[in-house]
Nanobody, 126 residues
Framework: QVQLVESGGGLVQAGGSLRLSCAASGRTFSSSAMGWFRQAPGKEREFVGGISASGTSTDYADSVKGRFTLSRDNARNTVYLQMNSLKSEDTAAYYC???????????????????WGQGTQVTVSS
């Protein structure tokens, strides 16, 4: 079983930056690809980015490419989402997700993730 706890959300002005963290429990973290998703009110949950188990591969939604960066520290069981040049359309609840033990490759659909955090709110004011 994996438990995920996100932190780092908040209110920021357009053009600003935030760094989200996702701390995972359990010993399976290092063998699991991780993903970040977001969901705005009235919209479906959408893929933001993913990172492979080793951390050597990343993938991003077109809407955040060049602005968001994923990284992970397997020694600390933590994955990070650095968000720069934030826009009002980035406002959403952000969720960290883990695919699970030995699911090492990135998956862009929520269906590919077995464990989810509770979410952290990001609000970008224009």
């Amino acid at each position: 079983q994996v438990q995920l706890v996100e932190s780092g959300g908040g209110l920021v002005q357009a053009g600003g930056s935030l760094r989200l963290s996702c701390a995972a429990s359990g010993r399976t973290f290092s063998s699991s690809a991780m993903g970040w998703f977001r969901q705005a009110p009235g919209k479906e949950r959408e893929f933001v980015g993913g990172i492979s188990a080793s951390g050597t591969s990343t993938d991003y939604a077109d809407s955040v490419k060049g602005r968001f960066t994923l990284s992970r520290d397997n020694a600390r069981n933590t994955v990070y989402l650095q968000m720069n040049s934030l826009k009002s359309e980035d406002t959403a609840a952000y969720y960290c997700a883990a695919r699970g033990q030995n699911y090492r490759r990135i998956y862009t659909s929520p269906d590919g993730y077995n464990y989810w955090g509770q979410g952290t709110q990001v609000t970008v004011s224009s």
